[in-house]
């Protein structure tokens, strides 16, 4: 009796699971990650699939975009979307189109090794001048991520196609054989400016590896000129499968590693750096890289401004307050940047300038009760008196006019809330005394 009584339970629980999955699985939508299309190669004969993903803001703008050719994209095209993904929010990395060539075990081995110069044929005469034509892409800026047999291939397109990419990302490569190697340093030695990125990943257990990548890092550390840049990555704590992960977050970050705002941490950082001369042609190089505005980012100005405050080094804040003119109107867009630097004006007597950075902040949050209040302060502080009272009083309306939850957001404690409120309270009062 007890086994037939579990057998109806596990009947009826299969029957609630399957109700339960089919009411979820009803809801939901396809979520697909860029497009694909079957492109028609003369050079291999064959009709190859392709994937394309294109930056969230490529169809809202005109720039344009570096290029990463993938190839095994079947299995590694999602990684490079999701690093900018994560990134570009921030601005710590610049959009970048990815295209994946699917590659299949049939045709693989012989493409990506025997018949290797008839695949770069197919990418140097006809992938990527058909993704030129046809997207806005920064020609100079093209990188190739390939693992395995692609990684080795990459040494035969740095030698033979020299300028066909700018960076490599390579994981796990096989096929580093000694005929490549010794391409790769017939054109270092006669390219003494050559300007590219090398960046090669190993797990330690690849065992059978070691000799050709330990040949050439050796290489390049003999014979690669200053103006390449290049790293070796040999992990401890990666293998075979899981090196594609950390070759495309730590490749991809050096090779924009230029692109990210750049942040000091003391005056005398930024001094040794070269100060603002040294800081503008950074910026201005970055920005004829990548097709941007070439003055200084302006998170980097933020950066310097809130070291000054953070420092109390009012000589300095009023150096970049008057080399960023127009920063407070042009870029701040969050209520604190105002009463932080609006506040550091009248903490160092100069009431004229904190009422230009309250006045902006009042034009951008106009129901902002602190900034509100922080202009008041200004006005009084320059002997306003009717000025100071109307701003007191609108913000004394707006701070009790606040929601519970509103109060909440506006410190880390309610009693910072009560403080400036009752700060505004006894302000008012005075001045109408």
């Known amino acids: 009796m007890k086994n037939v009584t579990n057998i109806v339970l596990w009947i009826f629980s299969l029957i609630a699971f399957s109700s339960y999955a089919n009411t979820q699985t009803s809801e939901l939508t396809q979520n697909n990650v860029g497009y694909q299309f079957s492109f028609e190669s003369k050079v291999l004969a064959q009709s190859r699939d392709i994937q394309i993903y294109l930056p969230d803001d490529y169809n809202s703008s005109t720039k344009k975009y570096p290029v990463l050719y993938v190839i095994d994209s079947q299995q590694y095209f999602l990684h490079p979307i999701a690093y900018q993904n994560t990134l570009r929010e921030e601005d710590e990395t610049p959009g970048v189109i990815v295209v994946g060539i699917k590659m299949n075990s049939d045709t693989r081995r012989t493409l990506l090794y025997k018949q290797s110069d008839k695949f770069i044929n197919f990418l140097a005469a006809e992938l990527l001048p058909f993704i030129d034509s046809n997207y806005r892409t920064l020609p100079n800026e093209r990188l190739y991520f390939g693992w395995e047999m692609a990684g080795g291939l990459a040494l035969q397109l740095l030698a033979e196609k020299t300028d066909l990419f700018k960076g490599y990302l390579v994981s796990s490569a096989t096929h580093f054989t000694d005929k490549r190697i010794t391409a790769v340093e017939k054109v270092l030695t006669t390219n003494t400016e050559l300007t590219k990125h090398f960046y090669f990943t190993l797990g330690s257990v690849e065992s059978w590896s070691l000799p050709s990548h330990n040949k050439l890092a050796k290489l390049f550390e003999n014979k690669a000129p200053k103006t390449m840049h ?202 109408k005394n």
């Open 230 to 431: 290049w790293r070796y990555n040999l992990s401890k704590e990666d293998n075979h499968y899981s090196t594609p992960l950390i070759t495309f977050n730590q490749g991809l970050k050096a090779l924009f590693s230029d692109y990210m705002p750049i942040r000091f941490y003391s005056i005398k950082q930024f001094n040794d750096f070269g100060g603002m001369p040294a800081l503008s042609a950074l910026f201005k190089k970055r920005g004829q890289r990548y097709g941007l505005p070439t003055e200084i980012h302006p998170i980097t100005k933020n950066y310097l401004l809130n070291l000054t405050v953070n420092n109390n080094d009012y000589e300095n804040f009023t150096f970049f307050a008057n080399e960023f003119a127009g920063i407070f109107a042009e870029y701040f867009h969050w209520e604190y940047a105002f009463n932080k630097y609006g506040h550091f004006y009248l903490s160092n007597n100069a009431p004229e300038k904190a009422m230009k950075v309250f006045s902006i902040g009042v034009k951008k949050f106009p129901n902002s009760a602190t900034i509100t209040s922080g202009l008041a302060d200004s006005y009084r502080m320059l002997s306003n008196k009717e000025q100071a009272m109307v701003h007191y009083q609108k913000s004394l309306e707006l701070f009790t006019g606040y929601s519970a939850l509103e109060q909440d957001k506006f410190e880390s404690t309610l009693a910072d809330f009560d403080s400036s409120l009752s700060k505004i309270q006894t302000r008012l009062a005075a001045l």
